[in-house]
Each structure stands twice: as structure tokens, then as C-alpha cells.
């Protein structure tokens, strides 16, 4: 090279240019600012962290992309009126010093880009993965979700532990339905409530059983059941039982139990009625060893055989059952219970949890009304009632008041639309139908064979107590209803124990 080239301005001086450039540095600038407001927070704050990984790095794109078309614009310009002022690409000779110097500060400046972008995407599918992004980002839409999980025994399990678990293939398949849901909240699209089920539910192998695996659950569990009755005493009843959890493996042997449902050799599928899966007209089951199979239908079910033939068939996992490991919503007459038997609700105030019940029972637009609303009926009450309690157990009544109204917030979601009716949970069979789906005596096979509702396959009691007698002792140990209802087989408990009082 004897001559150097002609020095013409650079393409990138042009206005569309300036303005990509511009945008791209406030950009830069802006991300600079929130990763370092990200790292430094104690608390992720979801709004910061799609700010700082994802919208304004889309942000920065876009100015680089508008520089680049500014420059492709002004290229063809000058050669319309100026070909002269077209730069030559560049020729690269290492030899010359001042190439060599530019050659090594390109390159160190595209190291440091691509590293720093590395760690931006890291961030960023790190960041969308978080419980508070999944949590809190779309605030009111998973307000239910979200709250009901921090009080649940999965409260330190990640969302992403069940809803993607690992892996590539999973990670883009919620990610696209994620951009869906947030184009979906954007324009105000989401139902209320959110459906269940989850159609796209990761299968429960692949991660309840990185956790709990099925061999492990062996024998029974002792569970007690508290409740207080809905007279003027609130009179306490205690249920003492045995819930035989069972379980096994092929290595182990054929257990009993409620986890043979997870016994690797039996598998149930079953179809379903309706979208929410809680009417269930046939069920099969097969021994995957030796290929044996029985079909069980509902007696008097209105699908058809060719309907039922029609239908998509389900397998039975640890979601058909534990379908509200986490976003439990409970029932007011369980949350109340629970209240009273920590004693923040009082127990003692006559009538409180009728009363209690009732308030959280009733329909409200908005928690903000509920709350009013759970506040003055229940003090109009006891002014009305009991004006004495009023001013004597004011204390109690005020702690009692002040509680039930969290309960509300962590149990109902009116804006959501969400509560224990709209999303019933399928362990047990007291306040929604859950195991008698299928276990009602009335599922029966071309043999004759039922579906049991034999209650001492699930459970033993051991003892049962009613203000603090004790009425029923193992080992003669059948659950004796408060109030004799003949056959206890004959019913389903969930017509009469709704969850909202009796
Ligand atoms: C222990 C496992 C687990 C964890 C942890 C978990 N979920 Fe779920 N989630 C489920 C199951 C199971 C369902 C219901 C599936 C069904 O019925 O098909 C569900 C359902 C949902 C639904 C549908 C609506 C509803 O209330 O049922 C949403 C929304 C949801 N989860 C969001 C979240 C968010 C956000 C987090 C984290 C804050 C989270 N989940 C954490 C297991 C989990
Ligand atoms: C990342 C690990 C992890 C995953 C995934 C997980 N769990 Fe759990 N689960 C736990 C831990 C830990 C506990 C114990 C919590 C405690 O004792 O407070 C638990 C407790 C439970 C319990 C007992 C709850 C109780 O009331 O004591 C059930 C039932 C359960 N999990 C079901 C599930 C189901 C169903 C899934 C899949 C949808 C699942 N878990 C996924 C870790 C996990
Ligand atoms: C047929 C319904 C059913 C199926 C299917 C089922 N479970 Fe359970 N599981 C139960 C019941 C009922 C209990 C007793 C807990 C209760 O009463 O709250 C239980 C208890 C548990 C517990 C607590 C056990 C203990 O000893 O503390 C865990 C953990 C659990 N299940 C995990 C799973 C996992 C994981 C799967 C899938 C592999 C699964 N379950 C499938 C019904 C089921
Ligand atoms: C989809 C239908 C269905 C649902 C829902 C269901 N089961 Fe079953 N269950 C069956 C069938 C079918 C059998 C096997 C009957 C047979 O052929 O002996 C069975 C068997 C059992 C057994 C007996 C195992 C043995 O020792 O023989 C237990 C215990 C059991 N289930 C518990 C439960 C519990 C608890 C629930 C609710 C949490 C539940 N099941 C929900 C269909 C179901
Ligand atoms: C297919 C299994 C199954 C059968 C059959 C069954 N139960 Fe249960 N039952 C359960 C499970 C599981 C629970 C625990 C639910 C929970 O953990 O919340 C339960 C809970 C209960 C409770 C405690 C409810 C509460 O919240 O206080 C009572 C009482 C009860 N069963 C009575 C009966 C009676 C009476 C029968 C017979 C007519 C019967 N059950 C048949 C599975 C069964
Ligand atoms: C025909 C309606 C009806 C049916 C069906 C019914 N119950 Fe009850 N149950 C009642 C009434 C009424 C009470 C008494 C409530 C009170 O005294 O406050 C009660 C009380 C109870 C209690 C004591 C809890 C409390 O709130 O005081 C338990 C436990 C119970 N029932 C279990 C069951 C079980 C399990 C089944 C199903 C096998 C069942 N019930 C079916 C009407 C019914």
C-alpha cells in the first residue's frame, strides 16, 4: 500500500444513525444502573430485574439495529450523489502499526462485549426462572398462586421445580408459552381464575420424584383432624388417624396402601367429564408386568361407550392426587379451625365460628370490601347478640377480627376469582369429592368388581374425641359420625361439609 486512502466521513454520520447510537448508549448506561441497583438490592425486586435483563437490553438492540439501517441508508445515498465518499472496507495488513493497534482494541472491545452479554443472557434465564419473577412479575394475575405457595410446605421449592424443571427443550417450551402469558396479561387476556389443569404440566417423574420417590413412602401416617363445631360452644372434635400411605416397588414387593396407586407395576388411566377431571366415568387398570387388565365403569354415567372410547385417556400421577401440593386454598371452615386451634381466633367467643365462617363464606368484588365488610358484620353481630362481650372481651374480639381478616387475604381472591371451590383439592374426600371420584362403591367392573369405599383401606381411626371426651377408641375403630347419618358408604361428605359452614 504506497498511498493511504482518502479519509471520508464515516457512514455513521447520518440522523437516523445519531439517534440509534443515542438510544444504544442511554441503554447501556440505564443497564449499568439496574444490574448494579439488581446486585445491590436485598431483595429481588421482580420489576428491576426484567428492566435490567430484558426490556432495556431489547432496548439497546434496537439502537444498534436503527445505527446499522442509518448507515445502510446513508451507504445507498452517497452512491446516488457522492460514490467517492463511500468508505473502502477496511484492509487489514498487521504490519502497520496503526492497524495492529486498531486490530487489538476491536478485538478486546468485542471480548468484553461478548462476555458481558454472556453473562446478561445467564442472568436473564436465570432471572426469568426465579420464584419471583414467576411469582410476582405478573403481580395480581398470580397473586393466588403465589401467596398460597409461600404458605405451603413447598414454600422454599422453586415454581420451576415443578412447573419446568431441567433442561433445554423444557426451558424454551415455557419460555414460549411465557411470552404468550405475558402478552396475554398485557392485553388483559388471562381468565379468572387460571384453570386448572395445567394443560402442559411437566409429567410428575420428571419432578416430584427428583424429591419424593415412591419406594421410599412406606407404612402410615398419623394424622389429626381438629374442628370446632358451628354451636354456640364451638365444640372441639378431634379425629385421630392412621393414613396408610403405603407404597413399594418391584424390588421391595407389592405393598397396600395409597401410594399402590404409585407402584410402578399398576397403571391407572382413566377419562374424564369435564375439563376439571372431578367426574370420572371409567377407569382401567393394568398390570405392566402381566399385562392383566381390568376396566371399572360408573353405573349410571351419561357418556356413551363410543364417548368414552372418544375421550383422551389420562395416567394416573402424583397431580391427580396431590394436585394442590402448593396452592392450597383452603376451605374458611378448615382455615378457621386451623385459627382456632392456635387460638388467634378465640374459641370461646359463643358462636364464632358460625359466625367466622360466615364472613369469610360470603361474596365480595374486592378484598379491600371483604375486609370492611368481615370487620363490621362480624362486631354488628356480637352488638346485636352479645353487647356485653362487646365491651368485656373487647381484646379478643379485636385479635379475633384482626385475623380473620388475613385469613381472607391468604385463602379467597376475589379479583382473581380464585378460591377453594374453583380449585378443589383431590387428597381425601371431606370437602371436595378427591379419592371418591373413583372409590364410591359405583364404579364397577363387567365381573362385578368395585371400586371400594371401603374406608379402613385408606385409614384407621384411633381415636376420636368430642369436647375432649373420647367417644371411639381403636381398636374397635370406625369413624362415628356427630350426628348419626345411617350408612356412612351411602354419602358423599363434600354434599353436606362444603367448607363454607354447615
Ligand atoms: C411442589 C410443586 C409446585 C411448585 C413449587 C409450584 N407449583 Fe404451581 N402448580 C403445581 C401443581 C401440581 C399445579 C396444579 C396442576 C393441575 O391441577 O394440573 C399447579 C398449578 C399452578 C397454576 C395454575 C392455577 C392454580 O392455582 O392451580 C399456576 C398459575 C401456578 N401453578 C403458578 C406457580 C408459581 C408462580 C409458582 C412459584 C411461586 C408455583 N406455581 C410453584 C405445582 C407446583
Ligand atoms: C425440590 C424438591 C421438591 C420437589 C420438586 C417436590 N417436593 Fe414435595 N416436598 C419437598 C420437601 C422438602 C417437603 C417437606 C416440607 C416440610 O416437611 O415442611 C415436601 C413435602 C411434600 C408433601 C407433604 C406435605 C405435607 O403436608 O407435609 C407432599 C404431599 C409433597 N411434597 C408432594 C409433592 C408433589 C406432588 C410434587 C410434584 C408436583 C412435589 N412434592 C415436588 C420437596 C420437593
Ligand atoms: C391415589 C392418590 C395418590 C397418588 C397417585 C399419590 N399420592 Fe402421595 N399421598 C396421597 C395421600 C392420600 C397421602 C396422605 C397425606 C394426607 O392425607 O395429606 C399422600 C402422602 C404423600 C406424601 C407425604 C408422605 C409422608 O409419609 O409424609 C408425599 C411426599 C407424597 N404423597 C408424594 C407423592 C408423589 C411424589 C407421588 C407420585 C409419585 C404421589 N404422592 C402419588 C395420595 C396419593
Ligand atoms: C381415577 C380413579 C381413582 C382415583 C381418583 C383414586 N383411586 Fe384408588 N384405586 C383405583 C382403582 C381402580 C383401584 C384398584 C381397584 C382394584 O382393582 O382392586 C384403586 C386402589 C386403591 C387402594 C387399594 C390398594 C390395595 O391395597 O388394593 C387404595 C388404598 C387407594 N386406591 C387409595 C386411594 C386414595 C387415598 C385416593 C384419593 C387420594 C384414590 N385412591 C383415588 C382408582 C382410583
Ligand atoms: C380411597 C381412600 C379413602 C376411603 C375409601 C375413605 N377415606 Fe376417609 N380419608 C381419606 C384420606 C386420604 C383422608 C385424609 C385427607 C387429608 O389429609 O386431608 C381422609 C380423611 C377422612 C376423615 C377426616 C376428615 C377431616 O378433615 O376431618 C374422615 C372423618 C374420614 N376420612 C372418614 C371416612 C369414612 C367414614 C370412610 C368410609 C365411608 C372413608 N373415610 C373412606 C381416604 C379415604
Ligand atoms: C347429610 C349431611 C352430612 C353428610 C353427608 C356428612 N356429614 Fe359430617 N357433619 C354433618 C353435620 C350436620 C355435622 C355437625 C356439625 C356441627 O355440629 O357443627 C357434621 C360433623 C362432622 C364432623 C365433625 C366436624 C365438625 O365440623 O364439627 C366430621 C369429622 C364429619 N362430619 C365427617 C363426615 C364424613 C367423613 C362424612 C362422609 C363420609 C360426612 N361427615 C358426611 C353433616 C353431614
Known sequence: MEESPKKVPSLARNWISFVGITIAIIAAINIGFLVF???????????????????????????????????????????????????????????NPGTRKAFVITMVALTIFVMVSIVGSYQAYHYTDSDAFCGTACHSVMHPEYTAYQASPHARVGCVNCHIGSGATWYVKSKMSGAYQLYAMVAKKYPKPIPT???NLRPAQ?????CHWPEKFWGAQLKVFNHFGYDEANTPRETRMLIKTGGGSPSTGLTAGIHWHMNIENE?????????????????????????????????????DAQIAATPKRTMDCVDCHNRPTHIYEPPDRAVDKAMLANHVSRTLPYMKQQAVAALTKDYNTTAEAVAAIDKDIRAYYAAEYPDLVTSRKGELDRSIHHLKEIFKTIRFPEMKTDWRTHPNNIGHFYSIGCFRCHDDQHVSEDGKKITKECSICHDVLGQKEAGVMMVEAPDADFQHPVDLGDMRAMNCADCHTGSGM
Open 197 to 199: 389443569p395445567v394443560a
Open 268 to 304: 391407572t388411566t382413566y377419562v374424564a367429564a369435564d375439563p376439571q377431571r372431578q367426574q370420572i366415568p371409567w377407569v382401567r387398570i393394568r398390570n405392566r408386568r402381566t399385562g392383566e387388565m381390568t376396566e371399572y365403569k360408573l353405573e349410571n354415567t351419561e357418556m356413551t
Open 37 to 95: 441497583a439488581d446486585l445491590g438490592a436485598e431483595k429481588a425486586n421482580p420489576y428491576v430485574g426484567i428492566m435490567a435483563y430484558i426490556v432495556v437490553p431489547g432496548v439497546l438492540i434496537f439502537g444498534l439495529a436503527v445505527m446499522i439501517l442509518g448507515m445502510i441508508l446513508e451507504r445507498r445515498r452517497r452512491r446516488r450523489s457522492a460514490p467517492d465518499e463511500i468508505p473502502r472496507y477496511p484492509d487489514i495488513d498487521l504490519n
Open 206 to 210: 420428571e419432578t416430584c420424584e427428583r
